[in-house]
């Protein structure tokens, strides 16, 4: 169920669960976890991950559109020399201005309309990865949250038993990021790398003392 941060008057944070929600079924009672042990994990999952020198060759051929995007390329590499070429025959004056900004203009919208956009999103979604622990340190508390709302759609929690982030279900673009990438050496929490069941969730691995999750328990964040 959906969780909320709540400050009390002591100062104490907590991630907690609606309690009217958790009124019934599997999992009675509303649960809550520090929202200090929960931002921790999350500053460890985003310095832990890690993308090798091939990652975009992996992420292209893991979209199925690596030949597609070699062909695109191909293709602007050649629209572009038509330009550098036709520029350089209208400084020699084989061209009139009126025809040479006509064609000009016409290889311009060539090159507009030459991209793949889950290619160019998985692409700048791989870059934003690549600089989010230098963006992460650096960053304000608000400015995290739209750093991870721009990448995930959720992160799931096990506050009851683990009081850990158990799961976290990425934006469509890092998706494939996600299943290419490793964790730093020496980090105390790695996401496995295989998405749960084919879904879209990707489960997390916190540290070696942690209470191992039965596989009904993973199981069960499919219907949360």
């Given amino acids: 169920?959906?969780?909320?941060?709540?400050?009390?008057?002591?100062?104490?944070?907590?991630?907690?669960?609606?309690?009217?929600?958790?009124g019934h079924g599997v999992c009675p009672g509303g649960k809550s976890v520090c929202c200090p042990v929960i931002d921790?994990?999350?500053?460890?999952?985003?310095?832990?991950?890690?993308?090798?020198p091939q990652w975009l060759e992996e992420v292209l051929a893991i979209i199925s559109i690596?030949?597609?995007?070699?062909?695109?390329?191909?293709?602007?590499?050649?629209?572009?020399?038509?330009i550098r070429r036709m520029a350089k025959a209208y400084v020699d004056g084989v061209f009139p201005d009126e025809e040479y900004h006509r064609q000009k203009k016409?290889?311009?919208?060539?090159?507009e309309s030459l991209v793949i956009p889950q290619a160019n999103a998985a692409e700048e979604a791989g870059k934003l990865i690549m600089d989010l622990?230098?963006?992460?340190?650096?960053?304000?508390?608000e400015e995290q949250r739209k750093l991870l709302l721009s990448m995930l759609d959720a992160v799931y929690v096990d506050a009851?038993?683990?009081k850990s982030i158990i799961?976290?279900?990425p934006k469509p673009p890092f998706k494939p990021i996600l299943q290419v990438a490793a964790s730093r050496k020496g980090s105390d929490i790695h996401i496995l790398n295989e998405p749960f069941k084919d879904s879209s969730l990707f489960l997390v691995e916190t540290g070696e003392?942690?209470?191992?999750?039965?596989?009904?328990?993973?199981?069960?964040?499919?219907q949360a």
Avoid: C, F, H
């Fill in 167 to 169: 799961a976290i279900k």
């Fill in 133 to 141: 622990p230098r963006l992460w340190e650096k960053a304000t508390i």
């Fill in 106 to 111: 016409l290889l311009e919208l060539e090159l």
């Fill in 1 to 22: 169920m959906p969780m909320w941060a709540q400050t009390y008057q002591n100062g104490y944070a907590y991630y907690r669960e609606q309690k009217g929600s958790r």
């Fill in 66 to 82: 690596k030949d597609e995007v070699d062909t695109v390329k191909k293709k602007r590499e050649a629209t572009k020399e038509k």
């Fill in 160 to 162: 009851k038993e683990t």
């Fill in 209 to 222: 003392s942690r209470t191992p999750r039965p596989k009904e328990a993973a199981q069960d964040i499919l």
């Fill in 40 to 52: 921790r994990q999350i500053t460890s999952l985003i310095e832990a991950i890690e993308l090798g």
